[in-house]
């Protein structure tokens, strides 16, 4: 029985995901510019094809790397897949056609499938179960930490840069060259006996796990890149250190929001919490696409960092309470692949629409499927509970 839910493993794997965060933070505001302004120039489909398929990538791969850590160990992969991300920013910051962009955040992304699954089944192997919501909770605080460190230091390095773009990218390279080198220090969870894979049983995921997953699913293809929502603050008129700046502040919102979040999700139920994510999604959303006023899409932003807050952590917490040790690996693979899938749906209907001068649609639909989405969840919870009391 564990004792401390606040394990060696859980710090360890937070302080990885706050460098590596903050060198992706760092980097992702700036990359709707390099794209598709002044370094670039390509369209804004472009956009929204590379972070679709740089999802669909991870996708793929936390599917094979959450399955396969359940039988081989966790640690291999979470080295692995941290050493591929400082790769993939390497070939972004230094492209000069987008086809390299592509490359750069495809590999950068499949570092992510390969780390973040078996990172996720590390925390819930070191966590008892009814700590869970917390544990996932203390990691995205650090790792949204690292979101608000990331774009303060580019916020610094275009001053002192007088706006080069290219070169405060290029500083993306130290944390992610940090956590990389952190993760050696990781301890491995799985037992040696059950690196055979033949003495693992093959378990078919419960209803009540696959049902959840498919519903989230459906509401995320509605849910375009952010790179397109940090996009639509270009097209309001925000300079580069503006988008920074707001990026930044919305990040400070996840990180105060995350680990209560936890918190909640332990006490009440995830899909409360997640209901509750997907209503700040709505608003934020439909505020963005309707003004024009830069205060109140800053304001936005804002009400949006509620979102990743109430739905990342909180997403995978509901997802490890409902899944068994046969395959708590694979359960996360499943959920965060399928999430990916989805994604790259968006992206592409999100580019395309975007493309063709419909922005304002575009958000405005976003709004409604997460709003139909906290709309089933709520139904369901009062279903429930007069389920429970005839």
Known sequence: MKRIWLTRN????????????????????????????????????????????????????????????????????????????????ALVV?????????????????????????????????????????????????????????????????????????????????????????????????KEKRKNRELIPKVKLPAELKKPIAILVLIQLTNIPDALLLLRLYDLGFSIQAVVITYALYSCVTVLCAYPAGLLADRFSPQHVYATGLIAFACAYATLGFTSNQTIAVMAMLVYGIFPALTDGVGKAWVAKLSDDEHRGRAQGVYQASMNFAVLGAGIWGGAFWMSGATEPVLVIAAIGALVGSAYFWIRIALERLSDRS
């Open 10 to 89: 859980l710090v360890l794997l937070t302080i990885i995901s706050l460098a590596q965060d903050a060198a992706s933070e760092l980097l992702y505001p700036l990359l709707p510019y390099i794209i598709t302004a002044g370094v670039i120039g390509a369209a804004p489909l472009a956009l929204g094809l590379i972070e679709g398929c740089a999802e669909a990538a991870a996708g793929f791969t936390k599917l094979w790397a959450g399955n396969k850590s359940d039988s081989v160990g966790r640690k291999r992969f979470v080295v692995a897949g941290y050493t591929l991300a400082g790769i993939g920013k």
């Open 94 to 190: 230094f492209a000069s056609v987008w086809g390299a962009v592509f490359a750069g955040r495809i590999t950068d992304r499949i570092g992510k499938g390969l780390r973040s699954t078996p990172r996720d089944a590390l925390i819930h192997d070191s966590v008892d179960k009814e700590h869970l919501g917390k544990a996932f909770g203390f990691h995205r605080t650090g790792d949204n930490i690292g979101a608000v460190i990331g774009p303060l230091i580019a916020l610094g390095g275009l001053a002192l840069f007088n706006d080069d773009v290219r070169a405060v990218a290029k500083w993306a390279l130290i944390p992610a060259l940090l956590s990389g080198f952190l993760t050696l220090f990781i301890k491995e969870t799985v």
